[in-house]
Every structure is written in structure tokens, then in C-alpha cells.
């Protein structure tokens, strides 16, 4: 069964397809929307080696030329080298402003050609077929793209929204547990954000959905995706509500950068670990019951997601950490700001943090 989204931006809105095997019609939904036949879709190693040929079967079907690029797989392609790279090898095609890239693959790809869609020839349209779970809940929606400095995780980006989002749960079986495990976690975030009842649901579904009911898969990436829409319909250029969708990141990204963005700690793990530090430092604060805390760290253990940067590594720099938060970029005015929460369903933000309060809560979690 399929599902759609829409994300209402006026004239840039657009849908959001969740369901199986939408790789083998895609040209049904893509044919409508491009302004030429001709496309350049970009993917990495893996991907290309078990998806590309359908694509581009479907996309024959429909008399739409494709070339492909090619890049290697990982956090480390989104780096000003290889986005270099890929800039002139997209150019070699010979590309003119009717061209539409499509990002065939996960985050990574989907932020790096979005990126490259916004500035190619002065911005050209895109499309996202996004591979894997936290991609297709999170990164693929909502038009952020962006690559990563020394300085930080998606320091160097643009909005650029796509003409369309194809979600293809049949990609999913494919993923190691840990890719789809880091995925859930961006999914389980819309919950703790603002919406107790799909916490509730997924407390009552996960395990099986985990365990490969499509069905329920679907559902649970149509709710995310709808959550997301609805904020970006709100906020697209994240002026306030939108940086709610940050909840777990602010604490995350330090510990990606601190990691060095490799393997070592996905984006998804990272995210989830950020979520249990923003729930235990709101706890110190006073302001989120304990209970709430409990139930969130039951769940974890439930369905596995990874909840402690001790699970990582057992000595971790407080004053490092913190001078990433110091680049983050919902900082104003000198002030660090946070997601924080009052509870399930509850977060807020703010920039009224005590510093030596947010220290403490870096030395409980991560054992300093």
C-alpha cells in the first residue's frame, strides 16, 4: 500500500511516496515533474551495486536519459574535497538548467547532491530516492543539504527543496541492523518531540516492525515524515519551530566531531545518544519527571538503540565538547542554544542553560 505526504511550501510544495517497490515504477512518478528527459542521478558503491540498475530500467520505460555518478560510500564524501570533485564531474556531463539530479541513496547522498542541485549552473532541480531509514524519515525531507568542515557536521549548506521524495521501504531489508537501528532513532525522535501518542505507538509496534513488518515499516515512516512536513510547512528555513527537529543533534554532533564523522559513531547512534543526554541534563534541571526519563531509557533497552557515549569510548574531553557546542549553528548572539524537554512529547527551546550546569550533565553521561 502506498502512502504520500505532502510538504506545503506553496509553489515548491511537494509529495512524499512511502510504499514497496516504487524503484521499478519510479519513472511513473518522476516522467510527470522533470523539466527535460535527461537526468544525472548520483549514488555511492553500495547503493549503485544493488539499486541503480532499477532505476535506471524504470526511468528507460519513460524515455528519460540518465548518466550516473558514482562516489564512495560514507560520512567522509561529504567533505569540500570531494564535494570539489563532484562538482566537476557533474559538469563534465554537460548539464544545462533543465537538468534534475537525483539522489539515489542514504543521508550522505542526499545532502551532497542536494548541495550540488542548489549551486550547479545556479540551482537545478533534484529528486530524492532516499535508501535508508534515517534518511527517509529525516535527511530527505524538508530540503537541508550541506557538507561538513573541520569546524562541524553541515557548517557549509543551502536550502534547496526537491521536486519529490520516493521512499521505497523494499530498500530497507538490505540495511546492516546497526544502519536501521540508527535510523529508528530519528524516528523515535518525533515522539519525544511533540507527539506522545506515536511514542506510545511505537512502544506497542517497534519490536516488530524491527523484525521486518513492512506494513507497520510504512506506517511508521509515513507518521515521521508527516511530522516532519508539518514543521517544515511552518518553519522551512528554521527561524524557530523547525530547530525542535534538532532535538539530540546539539549533543550528537559534538560527539560526532569528537569521533572524527566516520563509523565509529553514525549519525543515527550519535542522535540517539544526544536524546538520552538532552532528557537526563533536562532531569537535573527539574523540569522533566523522572518517570518520563525511565520509560525513555526502557525503550532503548527494548528495541537496542545505543544510549551512552561509554558504549563508544571510556574517556571523553568536556571542554572539547563544549567548544563544539559553541559552533552550533542555532547559537545567537554568543548564547548556546538547546533542545531540551519537559517531558515525552514536551521539548522546548532555549538559551537559558547554565554552562557549568550543561558541564555536570557532560561529566554524569559521559563519565568525566
Known amino acids: ?70 562516489v564512495k560510500a560514507g560520512e567522509g564524501t561529504k567533505s569540500l574535497e570531494s564535494f570539489g570533485n563532484l562538482m566537476e564531474t557533474l559538469l563534465e556531463q554537460k548539464p544545462d538548467r533543465h537538468t534534475t539530479l537525483i539522489a539515489l541513496g542514504g543521508g550522505v547522498i542526499g545532502d551532497l547532491t542536494g548541495f550540488a542541485a542548489s549551486v550547479l549552473l545556479r540551482g537545478v532541480n533534484f529528486i530524492q530516492i532516499p535508501t535508508t531509514l534515517l534518511s527517509q524519515v529525516d535527511s530527505s525531507v524538508g530540503g537541508k543539504t550541506g557538507i561538513n568542515s573541520r569546524f562541524g557536521k553541515n557548517l557549509i549548506g543551502s536550502f534547496h527543496q526537491p521536486l519529490l521524495v520516493l521512499a521505497d521501504v523494499s530498500t530497507l531489508p538490505t540495511l546492516p541492523k546497526r544502519e536501521l537501528m540508527a535510523g529508528y532513532a530519528e524516528m523515535v525522535k518525533y515522539g519525544f518531540i511533540n507527539d506522545p501518542e506515536f511514542f506510545a505507538w511505537l512502544e506497542g509496534h517497534a519490536a516488530a516492525m524491527l523484525s521486518g513488518d513492512v506494513s507497520l515499516m510504512s506506517e511508521a515512516i509515513a507518521r515521521s515524515c508527516a511530522a516532519k512536513a508539518a514543521i517544515v510547512g511552518e518553519d522551512e528555513k528554521e527561524q524557530g519551530v523547525r530547530a525542535l527537529l534538532n532535538f539530540g543533534h546539539t549533543f550528537g554532533h559534538a560527539l560526532e566531531a569528537e ?103 557532560l561529566a554524569r553521561s559521559c563519565g568525566a
Open 1 to 70: 500500500m502506498t502512502k504520500t505526504v505532502r510538504v506545503d511550501l506553496g509553489e515548491r510544495a511537494y509529495d512524499i511516496v512511502v510504499g514497496e517497490r516504487l524503484l521499478n515504477k519510479a519513472g511513473d512518478y518522476i516522467e510527470p515533474l522533470v523539466p527535460s528527459k535527461k537526468v544525472i542521478i548520483v549514488s555511492d558503491e553500495t547503493v549503485a551495486r544493488f539499486y541503480l540498475h532499477r532505476l535506471t530500467n524504470a526511468l528507460e520505460e519513460k524515455q528519460i536519459r540518465s548518466r550516473s555518478v558514482i
Open 259 to 361: 569521533t572524527g564523522f566516520g563509523d565509529t559513531l553514525l549519525h543515527g547512534e550519535a542522535v540517539a545518544i544526544g536524546m538520552v543526554m538532552a532528557f537526563a541534563t533536562s532531569v537535573m534541571m527539574g523540569i522533566c519527571p523522572q518517570a518520563d526519563f525511565d520509560r525513555v531509557l526502557a525503550h532503548y533497552q527494548t528495541v537496542g538503540l545505543m544510549e551512552s557515549p561509554l558504549s563508544i569510548r571510556t574517556s571523553w574531553s568536556i571542554s572539547a565538547l563544549m567548544e563544539h557546542f559553541t559552533r552550533d549553528k542555532k547559537n545567537k548572539d554568543g548564547k548556546l542554544t538547546f533542545i531540551l524537554t519537559k517531558g515525552i512529547g514536551k521539548a522546548f527551546i532555549t538559551q537559558e542553560v547554565n554552562r557549568d550546569l550543561i558541564r555536570d550533565a
